[in-house]
């Protein structure tokens, strides 16, 4: 973090007008985003440049004259434009993405629910879009937790920006292509990866935030699953289409079997070249074997699905 924008927070703990408790909760979420900034201090005995000491007054005079929410407002601006032109262009990281979405994600929290909220959201998710297009993110596959922790920051930001909007914030196609190589892991490695996906987020460490993995970030991260898809290799595409079919087949407990249908069906709906495959091993399926109603039917949407190309 710049010397200017942490001491232009420090000093109003020494204004009695101002809430120590407040700026303090402040303070400490914004070191969590020390290690995106590289050293700042001045040697001992050095004096701080000019410009810095004017940005750190303005700042401090800015901060002084508004209430609660416009100073967390204007210091959630001040660390996203801090992160997009002094940390990106010396280090781009899924490790510097996560942090930098933690860090807005917290001090949203210290905003009042309602629409203030969800616009800083809403405009932080946008402005992440915009860095990933010009600071694209390269990780291996096997490279799971912290791609795991972005997905999960990034699908949370959405939910709560959506909470106080008129409209459902849509992730851009451009976050989601981020998370290919996380996605060609799991469908590689996982009966159903959509399920494993859900499993592993619910399982893992939330960096302190208090939420329960529900239904809207099923549906985010099928969303997820679905646009990369596509894009992963042909053969681990057909090895995890053929996978799932067999898994609804020998599955005995429809929930079970309905849920991989509806991850089989996320991978078939854009992707013709499977599509045509699992239809056609649907058909033979339904040739070779009687299958108990429920499954029967299933197999009977999958052979039918190859008519839509």
């Known amino acids: 973090m710049s010397e200017d924008l942490i001491s232009s927070v420090k000093v109003l703990l020494g204004s009695s007008k101002n809430s120590h408790r407040q700026i303090n909760d402040i ?17 001992p005995g050095s004096e701080l440049p000019k410009d810095v000491i004017s940005s750190e ?22 660390f996203t434009n801090e992160f997009e032109t002094k940390s990106l262009p010396v280090n781009v990281s899924v490790k510097n993405y996560l942090t930098f979405l933690l860090v807005v994600f917290k001090l ?15 405009n932080t998710l946008s402005r992440l879009n915009k860095m990933l297009v010009n600071h694209p993110l390269e990780y291996n596959k ?16 959405a939910l709560e920006a ?19 190589p996380l996605m060609t892991r799991f469908s590689m490695d996982s009966d159903d990866p959509l399920q494993e996906i ?6 893992m460490s939330k960096y302190r935030i208090t939420t329960t993995i529900g239904e809207g970030h099923r549906k985010i991260f099928g969303s997820v699953l679905q646009h990369c898809s596509p894009k ?22 429809d929930s079970t079997v309905l849920s991989h249908y509806n991850t089989l069906k996320l991978f078939v709906e854009k992707d013709t ?30 052979a039918n699905a190859g008519k839509l190309t």
């Open 142 to 157: 096997r490279t799971t937790r912290e791609p795991l922790g972005l997905l999960f920051l990034i699908t949370e930001s």
């Open 27 to 43: 303070l400490s979420i914004l070191k969590l985003g020390n290690q995106l900034f590289p050293s700042q201090k001045s040697q």
């Open 57 to 78: 007054n303005k700042k401090r005079t800015e901060l002084q004259r508004m209430n609660k929410q416009e100073r967390i407002l204007k210091i959630t601006e001040w």
């Open 108 to 122: 949203s929290k210290k905003l009042k629910p309602g629409y203030h909220r969800s616009l800083v959201l809403a």
């Open 232 to 253: 992963i290799p042909l053969k681990n595409r057909i090895e995890t289409g053929t996978r799932l079919l067999k898994k609804i087949t020998s599955e005995q407990n």
């Open 162 to 180: 959506s909470r106080n909007l008129k409209f459902p914030y849509m992730i851009d196609e451009t976050t989601f292509t981020q998370f290919i």
């Open 273 to 302: 070249e499977l599509r045509i495959l699992i239809s056609k091993l649907a058909k033979e399926e339904i040739t070779r074997t009687k299958y108990r109603r429920f499954v029967n039917g299933i197999l009977e949407e999958l």
């Open 198 to 203: 859900v499993k592993t987020i619910s399982d």
